[in-house]
């Protein structure tokens, strides 16, 4: 029975998830929001994008000398459509029968008990908040701006409704129309990926929606709504290299392992093994280390001559 020394290159590139974050570097020059994404796609992959709040942890932690002010995310308005009031595109929809029969600027969102309306922000209805436990109806007739400040006013917000079990909830409540924190409004994306933003962190107020590019307050994370023209330093996006990993096995076997075919079916067995593990990206390579014979074995070898 013969023993192998197996060599096994593991290689890889890893993935931000939410449990592996991206890698964040803080550039301390200040630069307009499409200098500093155009400097990050140069050098980095872009501006940082923080699409988990493991991800804004990291981002916060991440070296930026005693700097604690505004700096760049690649957060900006990418569109408009219906958003509820942090931003986010709904992904579930109660449409009363026959709506909507307008969308677009200038339209916002009401409920009654049997669905949604689109009605023009300026007319007076009332209007429902959310304390964090209970939906709250008020029946004082106001615009929807107003309406959303009373609610902030009430340390509440207007109501969103995210699903069927929220709608039943509030349906109970309402017997004709009422304002809903849901309006027709600028959609927020990621520069990179430009996908929707999903997880917010804004600070209390924001967004206003006043300006197009989104900054974060380094002392504490939350994000606010920035001139794009303003000149902040920036937190630029990357991900972690490939990494090679040398793995070294003994295998005692009578299976020929110069065989390619037996090769072959050892890295398949290998790869399946790794992969029960959670380890998926990467590439094995089988290397054959060279044989070394001893200097005494070559004298030996030269006195036989």
């Not at 050098?43 to 930026?64: D, F």
């Not at 933003?197 to 209390?204: A, D, G, I, L, P």
């Not at 967004?207 to 197009?212: A, V």
Request: glycine letters at 6%.
């Amino acid at each position: 029975m013969d023993v192998f020394l197996v060599l096994l290159l593991l290689s890889g590139f890893c993935v931000p998830t939410a449990s592996f974050p991206n890698i964040y570097y803080f550039v301390n020059e200040n630069m307009t929001w499409a200098e500093a994404n155009g400097y990050c796609i140069k050098e980095y992959l872009g501006l940082a994008q923080i699409t988990y709040p493991e991800n804004n942890t990291a981002l916060v932690n991440a070296p930026a000398g005693e700097y604690t002010g505004k700096a760049w995310i690649g957060l900006h308005i990418g569109g408009i459509g219906w958003a509820w009031l942090d931003g986010r595109p709904p992904t579930y929809y109660r449409w009363s029968p026959g709506q909507p029969l307008y969308t677009g600027p200038g339209y916002c969102m009401s409920t009654d008990y049997k669905g949604w309306y689109s009605v023009r922000c300026t007319e007076t209805l009332g209007f429902i908040c959310f304390d964090g436990s209970n939906y709250i109806t008020y029946r004082t007739y106001v615009t929807w701006n107003d309406a959303k400040t009373s609610c902030e006013n009430k340390n509440s917000a207007l109501a969103q409704i995210l699903d069927v079990e929220t709608f039943d909830k509030v349906s109970i409540v309402v017997d004709k129309k009422m304002w809903i924190g849901l309006s027709f409004s600028p959609v927020w994306v990621w520069s990179e990926t430009k996908q929707i933003s999903t997880f917010m962190n804004w600070k209390t107020g924001q967004p206003n929606n006043e300006f197009n590019c989104s900054a974060i307050l380094v002392e504490d994370g939350t994000w606010t709504t920035e001139p794009c023209i303003q000149q902040y330093p920036f937190f630029c996006s990357a991900v972690y290299k490939s990494k090679k990993t040398v793995v070294s096995m003994n295998i005692q076997t009578d299976v020929n392992l110069e065989n390619p075919d037996t090769q072959a079916a050892v890295m398949q067995q290998l790869q399946a093994t790794l992969a029960k593990q959670g380890v998926t990206d990467f590439k094995l390579t089988w290397t054959k280390q060279p044989v070394q014979i001893s200097r005494k074995k070559i004298d030996d070898a030269c006195l036989n001559v």
